[in-house]
């Protein structure tokens, strides 16, 4: 059981808030599987406020989801203090999340994202600021520097829980590596033994082994996981099960994985329209293909769908050929 100010969650496991991915459609999928929360990918403060329809279609949260954490992000106090305030009044998230980590330059060159990551000071002011003006409680998704010269994260961990955060994401890699080399438990690790609010740890949670060793290596009150949950949701199953029995649950079929593949699909196009909901839904297929014996054709020709019913024709077909050369293979053997 993982508790963030007074939202209970059933489970430590956690959905990390990727851009361009966590979308109501695959956060609702990945959540049927068993995930305790599940994070919106990071909005902008100054779209919220300026009330811009894409973004505001970004805030669409299925009732269905619950408990669900939304992300803001921004370099500015008024602004992001007044789209907190938003999202706490007109929006069913249990949480608000604050955007501390997201690496890229179009960014942080808004002093926003990782380029908080320098300056704990401004953490306390901007983290209290959001506290003070919303209801629902407020927490942190955070690298653990900006570079190897500039690791903060014990400070910045404590400004946000002084500053009346009810919760701290950290992952173990810095700005300047992005998404590359290895993430670091160690600092996960110390920032857990220096702080009293719950801290979620994330980085390198590969398989549900992972998952264990950094709930035991490290202390965390949860594991988020991100791109091991891309195409495979059932990484989210099998962690859940495994914390709860010690025992690994099976990997889907092939034709379990293309139908939830298409679930998702159908759930994207509810959510927006089909031209752009296919286009979107390429980079997924491509993941729930993964790992799958003879894929490199579809995958290919995925990225040539412009309709559902293309989409759909190809996945299934691929399906059938997949199970006929398994049935021809068993009846070989015999």
Not at 247 to 266: F, T, Y
Request: charged fraction near 25%; proline fraction near 3%; hydrophobic fraction near 45%.
């Amino acid at each position: 059981m993982l508790k963030i100010g007074d939202v209970q969650i059933d489970n430590p496991v956690v959905l990390a808030p990727m851009a361009g991915v966590c979308n109501s459609a695959f956060r609702l999928t990945v959540k049927e599987f068993g995930a305790g929360l599940v994070c919106a990918e990071m909005v902008s403060d100054k779209g919220i406020v300026s009330k811009n329809g894409r973004t505001m279609d970004m805030l669409y949260i299925d009732e269905r989801e619950y408990p669900l954490s939304l992300q803001i992000f921004g370099g500015e106090k008024e602004t992001l203090v007044d789209a907190a305030r938003f999202v706490d009044q007109n929006s069913n998230a249990a949480i608000i999340d604050i955007n501390m980590g997201c690496p890229v330059p179009k960014i942080t060159k808004c002093d926003a994202g990782a380029k908080w990551l320098l300056d704990p000071n401004k953490i306390y002011d901007m983290v209290a600021a959001v506290v003070d003006a919303v209801e629902k409680p407020v927490t942190v998704k955070m690298r653990m520097g900006w570079d190897e010269d500039h690791i903060f994260a014990i400070q910045n961990a404590q400004a946000v829980e002084r500053a009346g955060g009810s919760a701290v994401a950290l992952h173990g890699r810095t700005r300047v590596q992005m998404y590359e080399g290895t993430a670091n438990w160690d600092i996960i690790r110390e920032v857990k033994q220096n702080i009293n609010i719950p801290l979620i740890g994330n980085g390198d949670v590969q398989t549900p082994q992972d998952a264990k060793r950094m709930l035991d290596e490290t202390g965390v009150d949860g594991v988020m996981i991100g791109r091991a949950a891309l195409g495979n949701p059932w990484m989210i199953y099998q962690t859940v099960k495994y914390l709860e029995t010690g025992k690994l649950a099976g990997e889907p079929s092939v034709r379990e994985k293309i139908d939830v593949c298409l679930l998702h699909l159908d759930r994207l196009i509810a959510l927006k329209n089909e031209h752009i909901a296919v286009r979107e839904m390429r980079k997924h297929a491509a993941w729930y293909l993964k790992g799958i014996r003879g894929n490199a054709t579809v995958r290919n020709a995925v990225n040539e769908c412009s309709t559902r019913e293309q989409l759909a024709t190809l996945l299934t077909d691929f399906v059938q050929e997949v199970e006929e050369k398994m049935e021809l293979a068993e009846s070989t053997a015999v």
